[in-house]
């Protein structure tokens, strides 16, 4: 009789701490950042060779990640008209930048053709957006 009651009260203790839940669940954030393409332009024409020995044009890629929480990194992916990467460069945030991060890079190539850049945000709760590609187009 006293094995059946203390088995009995060990099933009680065990299910009352199976039956807890939690409320850190229902404040999870699940939304993921919003992206701000600021530099190229769409489809913006760049020049291989200014002339004077001055080489190709600059491309400054930029753009700004939000998140309403915390954003943790900002990525970059440069690439070719065959899909090979060309570039990548990643920013981090720093105490300053709880919510907005801007990650920014100049690209110039002697390579005539046709390149997209896709910008990735990620926050803190590992949330990710990623842009769509931005095409733009090196001429000789």
Sequence with gaps: MKKTIFLSALVAIGMTFMNCSSDDDSNADTTAPTISIQSPDLNQTFSTDLGNGLGPELVNLSAQGVDETRIATMRLTV???AG???LEDNAESTPNSDTQLLISEN??????GI???VFTATDASGNVATSNP???????
């Design 79 to 81: 690439t070719n008209s």
């Design 84 to 86: 090979i990467i060309i």
């Design 107 to 112: 690209f110039s190539t002697n390579n005539a």
């Design 115 to 117: 390149y997209n850049v």
């Design 134 to 140: 931005r095409t733009f187009t090196y001429e000789d």
